[in-house]
């Protein structure tokens, strides 16, 4: 059975490709997971199962103003199912089913120290010709894999990093003994 995260999101998703308003529902959206997310009176509100939907329905349509109709009929059905705590699912969730719209992928470059960005801009060029979609490219550093890189792109993970080496190494001379 699917989740119930998705089915929430893909419905949005569905009435903002209906609309031709998917870019801004996925910014009203996140706009207010992320305000949620930063206050906790506001979570107590919306989250409590002691308030009834009626009054949070009224409280939301006082808080949020100037949005999309969708998206506020989409926040108001959340409430009436007592969904709203499955927000920051949806939100991921239609992220996901936007990037996958917009042909675009996350990449991440891992490396033990910082990279030139130059180099960072060539794997994600790279990644790019390779996929055909458009790379949205970060970069950390992590000094526990030594050296080398660690690649994520999307769900795959191409580890090339001397920590890995040695584990592998390490594993195959203790079969060996």
């Not at 960072?120 to 458009?134: F, L, N, Y």
């Amino acid at each position: 059975m699917a989740d119930a995260a998705r089915v929430y999101a893909e419905a949005l998703f569905a009435a903002g490709e209906d609309k031709g308003k998917i870019d801004e529902l996925q910014e009203q959206l996140g706009q207010f997971a992320d305000a949620v997310d930063g206050d906790r009176e506001l979570q107590i509100f919306l989250f409590s199962p002691y308030l009834s939907s009626n009054e949070k329905v009224e409280g939301l349509q006082r808080a949020v103003t100037g949005a999309e109709p969708e998206f506020t009929n989409f926040l108001e059905l959340l409430i009436e199912k007592g969904r709203m705590p499955e927000l920051f699912r949806i939100r991921r969730e239609f992220d996901e089913l936007w990037k996958k719209a917009h042909q675009r992928l996350d990449v991440t470059v891992t490396s033990a120290i910082e990279l030139d960005p130059g180099v960072v801009g060539k794997i994600g060029e790279e990644v790019e010709r390779q996929t055909g979609e458009k790379v949205e490219l970060t970069s950390r550093v992590d000094s526990e894999i030594l050296g080398g890189i660690v690649l994520r792109v999307g769900n795959m993970v191409l580890d090339a990093s001397i920590r890995t080496r040695l584990d592998k190494l390490r594993k195959s001379v203790a079969s060996a003994a």
